[in-house]
């Protein structure tokens, strides 16, 4: 078996598991923060990837454009070592 293959599939794993994580991040932002524009099922404060997601058919907004804070990720304490460690090598 080649080893750069499993290392390519490996590296493509952990991409997919990323983008997964940013979207889930972005639907919570637009579902759950103060300016809701999605609607989501069932209600409540996380999202999972079995949530399913509609327009807010009653959004109104007296502004053309509008701000949606994104919402922070839980970062667990692996992923703060991780960081810590790597800003201290450079």
């Known amino acids: 078996m080649n080893i750069g293959f499993i290392q390519q599939n490996e590296t493509n794993k952990k991409n997919k ?36 997601f509609v327009f807010n058919s009653e959004f ?5 454009r509008i701000k949606v804070n994104a919402i922070q990720l839980k970062e667990t304490v692996r992923d703060y070592l991780i960081v810590f460690y790597f800003k201290k090598i450079k």
Request: proline share 2%; aromatic share 0%.
């Open 17 to 52: 598991k990323k983008e997964i994580t940013e979207l889930l991040r972005t639907l919570q932002s637009l579902a759950c923060g103060k300016v809701r524009i999605l609607v989501k099922s069932p209600k409540g404060k996380d999202v999972n990837e079995t949530d399913k």
């Open 60 to 64: 109104k907004h007296q502004l053309t």
